[in-house]
């Protein structure tokens, strides 16, 4: 870490975190928890802009001397890296005064002269959890394992001892920093205790940011180290809090998406997988959703659908997906010579992306996938053109093939067997059975429910409502006047009795 | 004005799309590469195209001269500034009409050298300086051109737009059918054939769009976008019948013959043209991306139109009409069947194919199950703010 002198816009930057630390102070003394949510939100701003020269400064400036807090960070970022030009810091920070002022309003340039100038003293525990975190995400960024590691424990005892509900959201950061720390220095296994029994913890105080945060690392855990069954017993045994964040939301859905696929629910999976990608980020979060989409696909084809085209079209993903794309096509076409060809080209690809094993079960799909366009060409066909044209390698396991195929309803048709061919059933008209009538139906009864839904639930629109309610405070406006005129032409008869407070009546 | 008008409408020189794009196929199939690259740069040369000559040579690889570029650049520089001049010139003394030639001349030299960004500026400029619609249409085209020539589909397709637009309240038939040409072309590209044949056909009475491509290349395109897009009754009015087409189509080897042997259904010589056409294909910027569909749904009308006679037909004599082998028969039609584009069904014991009468209410139902399913579903995600 060089020393340097504080630029401009780190001053600028220093007076931010300032207005964040009263503004957790004024959170936690008002006991209104949206300032807290306002820092946290600029979170992902704030630590881009961070650098150790604004962090050492702070912590000189805001810790007090005896903390633990301020020792422990003061050796991770000590204020000797801040050089020693104090003066001209000062004139800095004047010009920055006096061209702040020049742009702003009259009636704000008191205050902000006020504000700017004081020195926040973190007496809150949110404070110090605040600076410890944003530590964290500068040593991380810096990519100092080794101290992040201890100030994330530092952190976390410091945090569970004080127990305040406050402090939930910045609990919940710390874990996911040090369940991520430990993956990358590979202490994942040791750590998994740690995490099962703060999951408890969490639970008991209703922490439900920490709730979310700790199953999500768990699955991430367990599912490194292939422990399905054991993700599974977690998902059972534990319920993922609803009104949880977002951005756990779709994580928790992409791990037990994943779960579900091994666990062969192909159906359940699909739709996690796609609900998350439906509420993950359009732009941003690429590796997510690029991950999202590579499992979406095998999914979707495991299932026996082909998914669409759309799906490998997003300009920034593209070029990744193209293995899978190719697999698809291979899928599609029944061809399974196509698809040994790019299982092996691709296998390193599929590995790291651990969609493998999922793979390897697309051969039953590939043979499927051929059998029904053989249904829908031939009306009769022997086994061993049969064998041929789906590349399989011997003539007798087609006819055990077939039979599966017909057993589980991919196909439908009946076998031959002295003969040696199958005879595929011919389609008929639907229309002479009484299947149109009811998905007609069904279809029906389903748009006539939402119509009736849309119809309970109209409501007038805002216009007149808001012209009611004018009405309705300008009368109460009125009859608030002339309570005052009534109550002070009745002070005025009293003398100096009651001075002024027209509400005493 | 007329003298103008020409000049426009000769730049930017289209040939060299056709010659740039041959020196990009294999040098097995086109084999006089060398006389094409001289014939380029003696275009190149002759215009004085300073900026298109560094990027051709750029892209292929050829050396850069840099005597023949400087002395290019050189008089570029001078022709410029002449016309500066000539601006200013007409700016201080003449009238609106004297300032308008003098940018549509600037603008004229910046599209024949062949420079995108500037041409592209300064016909804007003239653009808003014309009053004729003649002329603003002309300038329309000439900027659609070179969408064309540098392969920039949305600026054909914005001044396309705007060509219409402006068309559309003038009577002037002879620029209406050159834009449908225009228009045409760009459907090829983009693989609408059967629009592309509506607007061929249209305008084959009054061809008039000379600057793009010849009367013969023309008839080309209008015969292949229509014989894989009409049915039989308006392919023999409006093409085997038709007397300007058949003006010009014995000039294109195996063209009329790939018609007519489809039209009276011998499949094997329409086989045989039909291979000889693709490969000619090949050799045709737009047409080349093209030609495997093509093939493919030549082939699936060639064996829909026969199998509409039978009912059932051995596939040992529905090979030998097409003079092709059996196992190839079979693949291509249980590739055609399965994918829906003909509708038969193939009984390999027995080798015979039986044809089935598509059954419009069964295919109905299936369309509605298949098109409202989606449908449903985003109205379901409507419904959700209803609670």
Not at chain 1, 143 to 152: F, G, Q, S, T, V
Request: aromatic share 10%; glycine share 4%.
């Amino acid at each position: 870490m060089e020393h340097t002198t504080l630029s401009s816009k780190d001053l600028i930057t220093i007076q931010d975190l300032k207005e964040h630390l009263s503004l957790l102070q004024k959170s936690v003394d008002e006991d209104e928890s949206r300032y807290l949510v306002r820092v946290l939100r600029k979170l992902s701003i704030t630590r881009r802009r961070i650098n150790p020269q604004i962090l050492a400064k702070l912590i000189e400036e805001s810790l007090k001397e005896e903390s633990k807090t301020k020792s422990l960070l003061v050796t991770i970022f000590p204020s000797t890296l801040i050089k020693e030009g104090k003066e001209e810091e000062e004139k800095k920070e004047m010009q920055i005064e006096i061209e702040k002022e020049e742009e702003e309003e009259e009636e704000d340039k008191e205050k902000k002269k006020q504000q700017r100038n004081i020195i926040i003293q973190a007496k809150y525990p949110e404070e110090k959890a605040y600076l410890q975190l944003l530590s964290l995400l500068q040593l991380c960024k810096l990519k100092d394992y080794e101290n992040a590691l201890k100030l994330c424990e530092f952190s976390i005892d410091f945090i569970e001892k004080k127990n305040r509900r406050t402090l939930d959201s910045f609990f919940s950061k710390v874990f996911f920093y040090y369940s991520r720390i430990n993956e990358i220095l590979g202490h994942s296994k040791q750590i998994r205790k740690k995490l099962l029994s703060a999951y408890r913890t969490s639970t008991l105080r209703r922490d439900v940011s920490t709730q979310a945060v700790l199953i999500n690392c768990l699955l991430r855990n367990y599912l490194q180290f292939n422990l399905y069954d054991q993700g599974d017993k977690l998902i059972s045994k534990s319920q993922f809090p609803p009104n949880s964040l977002n951005s756990q939301h779709v994580r928790y859905l992409y791990y037990l998406g994943r779960i579900k696929a091994i666990q062969l629910d192909y159906t359940e999976s699909f739709r996690c997988l796609r609900e998350a990608k439906r509420k993950a980020p359009r732009a941003g979060a690429r590796g997510f959703r690029l991950s999202v989409n590579k499992f979406l696909c095998i999914v979707q084809l495991l299932t026996g659908e082909i998914p669409e085209i759309e799906l490998f079209m997003e300009k920034d993903l593209q070029k990744y997906l193209q293995p899978y794309f190719e697999l698809t096509s291979a899928v599609r076409t029944g061809n399974l010579g196509d698809f040994k060809k790019v299982v092996l080209r691709e296998a390193k690809v599929f590995k790291e992306d651990q969609t493998y094993s999922l793979i390897l079960r697309l051969r039953q799909n590939v043979i499927k996938t051929g059998l029904k366009k053989l249904n829908s060409a031939y009306s009769r066909i022997s086994f061993e053109d049969i064998s041929k044209k789906l590349q399989l390698d011997s003539s007798d396991s087609v006819e055990s093939i077939c039979s599966k195929a017909i057993f589980d309803g991919v196909i439908d048709a009946i076998i031959n067997h002295e003969e040696k061919y199958i005879k595929f059933k011919e389609m008929g008209d639907l229309y002479s059975t009484l299947i149109p009538q009811k998905a007609f139906g069904q279809r029906i009864k389903f748009c006539l429910n939402i119509h009736n839904t849309a119809v309970k639930n109209m409501r007038f629109p805002e216009e007149l409502l808001k012209e009611q309610e004018e009405i309705d405070t300008e009368e109460g406006k009125e009859q608030l006047k002339e309570l005052e005129k009534m109550s002070t032409n009745n002070e005025e008869g009293k003398g100096d009795f009651d001075q002024g407070e027209p509400g005493n009546l | 004005m007329l003298e103008e008008e020409e000049q426009l409408k000769l730049t930017p020189r289209m040939e060299l799309i056709q010659y740039k794009f041959l020196m990009t196929l294999d040098d097995e199939i086109i084999t006089n590469k060398k006389e094409i690259k001289e014939k380029i740069l003696k275009i190149a040369v002759e215009d004085k195209m300073a900026p298109y000559y560094s990027s051709i040579c750029k892209k292929f690889g050829w050396g850069v001269d840099e005597e023949t570029l400087k002395t290019l650049k050189n008089s570029n520089a001078e022709e410029l500034k002449k016309l500066n001049e000539s601006i200013k010139n007409s700016e201080e003394n003449d009238g609106e009409s004297e300032i308008r030639k003098a940018y549509l001349a600037k603008s004229v030299f910046y599209c024949r050298i062949g420079e995108k960004e500037k041409a592209l500026e300064l016909f804007n400029e003239t653009f808003n300086k014309t009053v004729s619609i003649g002329q603003k249409v002309d300038l329309l085209m000439t900027k659609i051109r070179m969408g064309f020539f540098f392969d920039d589909i949305s600026l054909v397709e914005t001044n396309l737009t705007s060509a219409k637009v402006i068309l559309k309240k003038s009577s002037d038939w002879e620029r209406k059918n050159r834009i449908k040409v225009y228009e045409g072309y760009h459907c090829l590209k983009l693989r609408q054939f059967k629009k592309a044949a509506n607007f061929f056909l249209d305008s084959i009475a009054t061809f008039t769009a000379n600057e793009l491509f010849d009367y013969t290349k023309f008839v080309y395109y209008s015969v292949l976008s229509s014989i894989v897009s009409f049915p039989r009754t308006d392919l023999k009015k409006k093409v085997i019948d038709a007397p300007e087409i058949l003006t010009a189509i014995e000039e294109v080897p195996h063209l009329s013959e790939l018609l007519n042997s489809l039209y009276d259904c011998q499949y094997k010589d329409f086989y045989k043209h039909l291979i000889a056409i693709y490969d000619g294909m090949e050799l045709d910027k737009i047409l080349s991306e093209h030609r495997l569909f093509f093939c493919k749904q030549m082939r699936i009308i060639a064996y829909s139109q026969f199998l509409e006679a039978y009912r059932s037909v051995t596939l040992k004599s529905m090979a030998e009409t097409f003079g092709v082998s059996i196992t190839f028969l079979d693949k291509e039609l249980s590739r055609f069947i399965s994918g829906g584009k003909i509708h038969a069904k193939i009984d390999k014991v027995g080798g015979v194919v039986e044809t089935t009468r598509a059954d419009s209410r069964n295919e109905g139902y299936k369309e509605i199950i298949k098109i409202g399913d989606p449908m449903l579903n985003r109205i379901q995600k409507l419904a959700r703010i209803l609670n």
